[in-house]
């Protein structure tokens, strides 16, 4: 699909832990969209977004935000009261995305192999383990590893848990504990209806958190991954199928745990991202740049995904 000139509204910033993440991804967005020649109104989200979006009425919005409320379905649901065209996935998609849990409802029963667990009250946390150790506690609903704790037997957090030690139980009412799966971390992206790469990080220390996803020097990406060609194909499989069975629109990303002694049983989906970042250090433009397609050639057909979609719900 070639794009026509269009007026492009991106939508950044928010008052989330992301915000920092968001305004680099809506700044490359913006600027690689007038360097194609469109009209770019920037948009930096706050409690009057409705009224900013309806005064500059553009024909599309690139949703840029990472993080609640615009990746939660509230954005998305204002929206589509407002009658507007925006990228990434719609209402329902996103509400049930952003929460880890109901990601493993809707994907685990179709075959989707993801890890065990469930969602603990921290006060529960200070009182005993709610697994064995090691276990990850995260929240329930934050990406790019906001808040993840990896508590183990060695670990400095105190057994039980202490109050005072520093962690997601301070921020958090309640969590979600799953088992540790030793191994490596692996993503895949999709775009349309195409899985793209697999991508191994490796951070240089400590495991994938928000810093080392952000901080430029402290993860190795490995793109494409030296895995053996069935984990690859898996990768690929599973991230398509979760993309489709969620309902995703745009591009979206998976990400791995595997398990390298185990083989394809040691694959694990941990959660599929609805708007991955488009930052200098982010996975889907890398991906995406591999295969021959630039970053505003990925930016446009994100856009047009968007007003395919449209077209074919009016």
Request: charged fraction near 25%; glycine fraction near 10%; aromatic fraction near 6%.
């Given at each position: 699909?070639?794009?026509?000139?269009?007026?492009?509204?991106?939508?950044?910033?928010?008052?989330?832990?992301?915000?920092?993440?968001?305004?680099?991804?809506?700044?490359?967005?913006?600027?690689?969209?007038?360097?194609?020649?469109?009209?770019?109104?920037?948009?930096?989200?706050?409690?009057?977004?409705?009224?900013?979006?309806?005064?500059?009425?553009?024909?599309?919005?690139?949703?840029?935000?990472?993080?609640?409320?615009?990746?939660?379905?509230?954005?998305?649901?204002?929206?589509?009261?407002?009658?507007?065209?925006?990228?990434?996935?719609?209402?329902?998609?996103?509400?049930?995305?952003?929460?880890?849990?109901?990601?493993?409802?809707?994907?685990?029963?179709?075959?989707?192999?993801?890890?065990?667990?469930?969602?603990?009250?921290?006060?529960?946390?200070?009182?005993?383990?709610?697994?064995?150790?090691?276990?990850?506690?995260?929240?329930?609903?934050?990406?790019?590893?906001?808040?993840?704790?990896?508590?183990?037997?060695?670990?400095?957090?105190?057994?039980?848990?202490?109050?005072?030690?520093?962690?997601?139980?301070?921020?958090?009412?309640?969590?979600?504990?799953?088992?540790?799966?030793?191994?490596?971390?692996?993503?895949?992206?999709?775009?349309?209806?195409?899985?793209?790469?697999?991508?191994?990080?490796?951070?240089?220390?400590?495991?994938?958190?928000?810093?080392?996803?952000?901080?430029?020097?402290?993860?190795?990406?490995?793109?494409?991954?030296?895995?053996?060609?069935?984990?690859t194909q898996a990768c690929l499989d599973l991230a398509l199928r979760c993309h489709q069975?969620?309902?995703?629109?745009?591009?979206?990303?998976?990400?791995?745990?595997?398990?390298?002694?185990?083989?394809?049983?040691?694959?694990?989906?941990?959660?599929?991202?609805?708007?991955?970042?488009?930052?200098?250090?982010?996975?889907?433009?890398?991906?995406?740049?591999?295969?021959?397609?630039?970053?505003?050639?990925?930016?446009?057909?994100?856009?047009?995904?968007?007003?395919?979609a449209k077209g074919a719900a009016a």
């Amino acid at each position: 699909m070639i794009l026509p000139k269009l007026h492009i509204a991106v939508l950044m910033g928010g008052w989330s832990n992301e915000r920092p993440v968001s305004l680099m991804s809506g700044e490359g967005v913006a600027a690689a969209l007038e360097e194609r020649g469109h009209r770019v109104t920037r948009i930096d989200m706050g409690r009057d977004v409705a009224q900013k979006l309806a005064e500059t009425a553009p024909d599309v919005v690139f949703n840029a935000l990472h993080g609640s409320p615009g990746e939660d379905g509230t954005v998305q649901g204002m929206m589509d009261l407002m009658g507007l065209t925006y990228t990434h996935s719609g209402l329902v998609t996103s509400v049930i995305a952003i929460d880890k849990e109901l990601t493993k409802q809707a994907l685990v029963p179709h075959g989707i192999p993801m890890p065990g667990g469930r969602i603990v009250p921290v006060a529960e946390i200070h009182e005993r383990d709610p697994l064995e150790r090691p276990y990850v506690l995260k929240p329930v609903n934050e990406g790019s590893s906001v808040g993840v704790a990896i508590v183990t037997r060695e670990g400095n957090y105190g057994n039980p848990i202490s109050r005072d030690a520093k962690g997601p139980w301070q921020e958090f009412d309640r969590l979600l504990a799953e088992p540790y799966i030793r191994g490596r971390e692996l993503t895949t992206a999709v775009l349309g209806d195409r899985a793209l790469l697999v991508t191994e990080l490796k951070p240089k220390s400590g495991f994938y958190d928000f810093d080392s996803k952000y901080t430029d020097g402290m993860t190795e990406h490995v793109c494409p991954a030296q895995i053996p060609d069935e984990i690859t194909q898996a990768c690929l499989d599973l991230a398509l199928r979760c993309h489709q069975l969620l309902g995703c629109k745009g591009c979206s990303r998976t990400d791995f745990r595997w398990d390298d002694g185990r083989g394809v049983e040691g694959l694990f989906v941990l959660e599929t991202n609805t708007q991955p970042g488009m930052t200098p250090l982010s996975l889907v433009p890398e991906q995406a740049r591999y295969l021959g397609i630039s970053y505003g050639e990925l930016v446009e057909m994100i856009i047009a995904d968007a007003l395919a979609a449209k077209g074919a719900a009016a």
